[in-house]
């Protein structure tokens, strides 16, 4: 069975970091292309970053551009997400997600594997 296991959320104040983990289990790590994805409060999931199985190709969303690296472990089978220079508007659930697609993956329904989420609060 698959699972994933975000974790190093929490609050933190308007420019400083975080570094987001998601652990996989019940998986060939490497075979799963991984996303991150963010939900704030009444409002709809959105994509972060995606990162290529292998990792060789990564792509962050317009939200991240800049600040935001995704990269993996696939000896530790695990996926990060640092964000740098975080904003309130940065404050969401942030989920990690798995997919078995070839290309790159850049919207939910192309994911199949979805983590319960880690809270990212960020004070102005």
């Known amino acids: 069975q698959v699972q994933l296991v975000e974790s190093g959320g929490g609050l933190v104040q308007a420019g400083g970091s975080l570094r987001l983990s998601c652990a996989a289990s019940?998986?060939?790590?490497?075979?799963?292309?991984m996303g991150w994805f963010r939900q704030a409060p009444g409002k709809e999931r959105e994509f972060v970053a995606y990162?290529?199985?292998?990792?060789?190709?990564?792509y962050v969303g317009d939200s991240g551009k800049g600040r935001f690296t995704i990269s993996r472990d696939n000896a530790k089978n695990t996926v990060y997400l640092q964000m740098n220079s975080l904003k309130p508007e940065d404050t969401a659930v942030y989920y990690c997600a798995g997919s078995t697609r070839y290309y790159t993956v850049l919207t939910r329904d192309e994911y199949e594997y979805w983590g319960q989420g880690t809270q990212v609060t960020v004070s102005s």
């Open positions: 019940g998986v060939t790590f490497s075979m799963y292309a």
């Open positions: 990162i290529h199985r292998i990792g060789g190709n990564t």
